[in-house]
């Protein structure tokens, strides 16, 4: 079945460090998905990739979506404390079931 | 109303009883979701529900029952689980299955559930 790999698992940073996640598909997805997930909270939807090698950016967060749809990474420049959380990506597949399938996260502690 | 409202927050059962997890939106999403997550864990599928039918069952026991009352309610019947039954059950809803939307999936705050 469709697999979604992430990684690190973990990372810790400096206030101010950059910070990178990737995410890699078992199958080509009809797109990509990312969530943040603060301590004690719940997944809040932060951007949705549809086109192959599309870029999209939010102020410090840079998302990215291979050629082949079936990587993305999310880049976030100059991190802050309020950063701090689980980022997950979540693949559809090209069934377009609703079954969207959660990478396994990446936790970023920042450093003040 | 832009929210996904689960009900209750907190749940302590035992194996032997038998309760009821609630989930609630107004955004006229037409796809709904239950989700298991263990801790530091990503979010598991469970059910889809699609124009108030079942959709995918990701092969969830049977003490775990879905109901979709209407396009706006979802519920998550519980009977006789197990203390491994024990997570964070987080509700879903999106516009659509077969449809990308921008705003993606709205998730509740969930309920957390300890089966002692």
């Known amino acids: 079945g469709q697999q979604v790999m992430q990684i690190p698992q973990y990372q810790h940073v400096q206030e101010g460090e950059d910070f990178t996640t990737y995410c890699n598909s078992s199958t080509t997805l009809s797109n990509i998905q990312w969530y943040k997930q603060r301590p004690g909270g719940h997944p809040v939807f932060l951007i949705q990739?549809?086109?192959?090698?599309e870029v999209k950016k939010q102020k410090r967060l840079t998302f990215q979506f291979g050629e082949a749809k079936k990587n993305s990474s999310l880049h976030i420049t100059a991190t802050q404390t309020t950063d701090v959380g689980t980022y997950f990506c979540a693949g559809l597949g090209s069934s377009n079931t609703g079954k969207l399938i959660f990478g396994q996260g990446t936790t970023l502690q920042v450093k003040p | 109303d832009t929210e996904v409202t689960q009900t209750p927050k907190h749940l302590v059962m035992g194996m032997t009883n038998k309760k009821s997890l609630k989930c609630e939106q107004h955004?006229?999403?037409?796809?709904m979701y239950w989700y298991k997550q263990k801790a530091k864990k990503p979010p598991e599928l469970m059910f889809v529900?699609?124009?108030?039918?079942?959709?995918i069952n990701e092969s969830v026991p049977s003490r775990f029952s879905p109901e979709c009352p209407n396009s706006s309610l979802l519920n998550l019947h519980l009977h006789a689980l197990q203390p491994e039954d024990s997570a964070l059950y987080l509700c879903a809803s999106s516009q659509d299955v077969s449809l990308p939307s921008r705003y993606g999936y709205t998730f509740g705050s969930g309920t957390r559930l300890t089966v002692v």
């Open positions: 990739l549809v086109k192959s090698g």
């Open positions: 955004m006229g999403h037409r796809a």
């Open positions: 529900y699609s124009y108030e039918k079942l959709s």
